[in-house]
């Protein structure tokens, strides 16, 4: 049984295009997030959601949106696609202070 | 602000030997959670081990542990009889505390370790 989820797992585009990633879990976590994994494997947060508030980190450009169509789902948007938006994205969902379960990415080229 | 430090950017370890991946952190907060993950080559994230800030004994699953020294500000991984199936990624992280519950994670920059046979 998967966890957390996420389509699609490989996705290569042009510059320019808009594209979407999907994320749903099925633990009845109340809370998920977005995380974006660059070339250097570094690991950073973009987003925090629950059914109260949205946390956004200040360093993710506008063109990035989450958007969350109810409890199980946190999709992301991103507009005009750029070459620097190339990494692994990946979704994450908890309940607990302890816990923190991730999808498997969705790697992302832009060409 | 959080900070997560992993100043071993590589390391070669003989299989069946015990293994410590090091991790410091810095927070002003009082509360907080430290997280161990493992990233294999097929790129998952894999959660292994948690320690809160005010858990009195160090966190252990399987053969992980979590050697906690809070005074120092450090949380370390063990692991006790290595495989080659450990060869991975293995990321710190520390639970952000942002006030309203969706708390998310700082990452420290990873360690790669491989195993030897």
């Known amino acids: 049984d998967t966890a957390v989820s996420q389509t699609p797992k490989y996705l290569v585009t042009q510059m320019g295009n808009d594209k979407s990633i999907k994320c749903e879990q099925n633990?009845?976590?109340?809370?998920m997030y977005w995380y974006k994994q660059d070339s250097k494997k570094f690991l950073k947060i973009m987003f925090s959601y629950n059914n109260k508030e949205l946390i956004i980190n200040e360093t993710v450009p506008n063109r990035f949106s989450p958007k969350s169509p109810d409890k199980a789902h946190l999709n992301l948007h991103i507009n005009s696609l750029e070459l620097g938006d190339s990494a692994v994205y990946f979704c994450?969902?908890?309940?607990?202070?302890?816990?923190?379960?991730f999808g498997p990415g969705t790697r992302l080229l832009v060409l | 602000a959080q900070k997560i430090t992993q100043t071993q950017p590589g390391m070669f370890v003989q299989e069946k030997e015990a293994v410590t991946l090091d991790c410091t952190y810095d927070?002003?907060?009082?509360?907080?959670?430290l997280f161990w993950y493992k990233q294999p080559s097929s790129g998952e994230m894999i959660f292994l081990i948690y320690q809160g800030s005010y858990d009195e004994q160090n966190a252990t699953e399987g053969r992980y542990s979590l050697n906690f020294q809070k005074a120092r500000k450090s949380a370390n991984l063990v692991i006790s009889a290595s495989q080659l199936g450990d060869s991975a990624m293995y990321f710190c992280a520390m639970r952000m505390n942002s006030g309203g519950g969706a708390d998310g994670l700082t990452f420290g920059k990873g360690t790669h370790l491989i195993i030897q046979p």
């Open positions: 994450a969902s908890s309940q607990e202070r302890w816990t923190r379960y």
């Open positions: 633990l009845g976590h109340d809370t």
């Open positions: 927070t002003s907060d009082q509360s907080y959670g």
